[in-house]
């Protein structure tokens, strides 16, 4: 069977689990606590790092980024990409973004402070980071929101790996309440969206101990 170790609160493991659901592979999912350093886990990504998924074949394929692009040229009947290269270079550019820029300003700041900071016993949350977070999160939700009212999806046409990054760090913070939707209507639509299709129903469906998701978290209708 092939496995994807993870985290529940990890953007870029929700992103490879929507992304295999899309291509309907199935897979395992199996908790890798990074902080405790297994051997063997680090014998497949010395980046002691989330996701690695490891193919039927024993292959393990380390980081999101790189595993979206193996899961491109491995399974090519449906690609998440776009047809033309302008949509895949649109695409890649979007997914960077949100992969880069807006973990690093916004989830980062909120979802590691509030909860990996805790589970991984590095202290208390920066009061400061967390301030950081919130203004660049209305910063990014409102560029969300403008892609969403200008195009079907954010990357143009089609559904595809800019969705499903960009998907991944908002369920995650929204799994906290940490987004007003009423403030970002055109964001919500298309997160609306993002919730109806199957592929996002494990996502919806995550509890982690300790935070309690809002009413709306797996609510299809907000």
């Known amino acids: 069977?092939?496995?994807?170790?993870?985290?529940?609160?990890?953007?870029?493991?929700?992103?490879?689990?929507?992304?295999?659901?899309?291509?309907?592979?199935?897979?395992?999912l199996k908790v890798e606590k990074v902080w405790e350093r297994r051997p063997e886990y680090l014998e497949m990504n010395p980046a002691a790092t989330v996701p690695v998924l490891v193919e039927q074949n024993g292959l393990p394929i380390p980081d999101s980024s790189v595993i979206c692009e193996y899961l491109e040229e491995a399974y090519p009947d449906i690609s998440l990409l776009g047809r033309s290269l302008a949509e895949r270079v649109e695409t890649r550019r979007l997914a960077a973004w949100f992969d880069g820029r807006f973990y690093q300003e916004v989830t980062k700041n909120l979802v590691g402070e509030k909860y990996l900071k805790r589970l991984l016993g590095r202290g208390n949350p920066?009061?400061?980071?967390?301030?950081?977070?919130?203004?660049?999160?209305?910063?990014?939700?409102?560029?969300?929101?403008y892609?969403?009212?200008?195009?079907?999806?954010?990357?143009?046409?089609?559904?595809?790996?800019?969705?499903?990054?960009?998907?991944?760090?908002v369920s995650c913070l929204d799994f906290g309440g940490d987004i007003d939707w009423e403030k970002f209507p055109a964001a919500r639509d298309w997160y609306a969206r993002i919730k109806s299709r199957p592929s996002f129903r494990g996502i919806l469906a995550d509890r982690v101990p300790g935070i309690i998701p809002p009413a709306h978290y797996a609510d299809l209708d907000f």
């Open 1 to 28: 069977m092939r496995t994807l170790y993870h985290l529940p609160l990890c953007p870029f493991s929700r992103k490879v689990r929507v992304v295999l659901a899309e291509r309907k592979l199935p897979f395992e």
């Open 126 to 145: 920066d009061a400061t980071a967390i301030r950081t977070g919130f203004t660049s999160l209305r910063y990014h939700m409102e560029y969300l929101g």
């Open 147 to 169: 892609l969403a009212d200008t195009r079907k999806w954010l990357a143009g046409a089609a559904i595809g790996l800019a969705d499903f990054a960009a998907a991944a760090h």
